[in-house]
């Protein structure tokens, strides 16, 4: 099982798609979270991502294409995976439907987690990281057991460079630009399905399920 899932910056793509990986025993493959890896590791191209990153840009899909096709060439993705912002554009989204055939397979679901831009500044704004492990939580709607310790691996929280609000103002205006078109791009291909991303973690995930199957 191939899944995508679309939404704006903050819409809970990450949250929903670890529940995923988890339930189905498929790989969670975030371009974010590689992105974050290179930078953490000094990568060169780690140095290229962040540049743009920090400008709330996307990074150029020639830096993303073949990063995700390698991955999805790996052993672990034969039964499926779920890619977590990636496509964010049209070429990468053609960019992958070419991948995937060459190896005999297609997307199945593409998941919009629907989200109005009113919530996703409260969103991220309480959007905390890890930095040692990169998981994810928030003050309010998935607090750590232990304030600004991480559940997993006891590492420091942080508030990511790039949920700063004047970041997420622009990322906003990147997603409704470049990537909000994919919606019509799945919508097309007869695989789009709609989940209500304003629930809380549970139900969406239940929606999703239902969606998905058991
Ligand atoms: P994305 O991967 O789409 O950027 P995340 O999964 O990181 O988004 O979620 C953004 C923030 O919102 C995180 O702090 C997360 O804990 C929180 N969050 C995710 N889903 C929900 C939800 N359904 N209700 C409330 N907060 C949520
Ligand atoms: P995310 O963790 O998915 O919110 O991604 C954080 C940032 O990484 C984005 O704002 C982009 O700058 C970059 N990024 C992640 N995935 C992609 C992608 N598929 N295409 C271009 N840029 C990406």
Redesign the pocket.
Same mark, same amino acid.
């Given at each position: 099982m191939k899944v995508i899932m679309l939404g704006a910056? +903050?819409a809970g793509? +990450?949250t929903q798609a670890k529940k995923i990986a988890a339930k189905y025993q498929i790989p969670h493959i975030?371009? @974010? *979270?590689?992105? %974050?890896a290179n930078i953490k590791n000094g990568t060169e191209l780690g140095k290229k991502?962040k540049t743009?990153?920090d400008? @709330?840009?996307? /990074?150029? *899909?020639e830096? /993303?294409v073949d990063l /995700?096709v390698d991955r999805l060439n790996q052993e672990d993705c034969k039964n499926g995976c779920v890619l =977590? +912002?990636?496509? %964010?554009?049209i070429p990468?989204a053609e960019a992958l439907d070419k991948a995937l055939k060459s190896l005999g397979q297609k997307v199945d679901y593409a998941v919009n987690v629907e989200v109005p831009d009113e919530n996703i500044v409260t969103r991220m704004g309480g959007r905390r990281a890890c930095v040692g492990c990169g998981a994810t939580y928030h003050l309010v709607y998935a607090p750590t057991k232990e304030e600004g310790i991480c559940d997993t691996c006891g590492g420091g929280l942080i508030l %990511?460079d =790039?949920d700063k609000p004047e970041t997420v103002t622009k %990322?906003l205006n /990147?997603y409704h630009e470049q990537t909000q078109p994919l919606i019509d791009y799945y919508a097309q291909a007869g695989i789009l399905k709609e989940v209500d991303g304003t629930k809380d973690i549970e139900d969406v995930f239940r929606e999703i399920t239902g969606i998905l199957g058991e």
């Open positions: 910056p +903050g793509k +990450g975030s371009t @974010g *979270d590689i992105f %974050r991502a743009y990153m400008q @709330g840009l996307l /990074v150029p *899909d830096l /993303v /995700v =977590d +912002g990636f496509p %964010r554009t990468q %990511r =790039d %990322r /990147v």
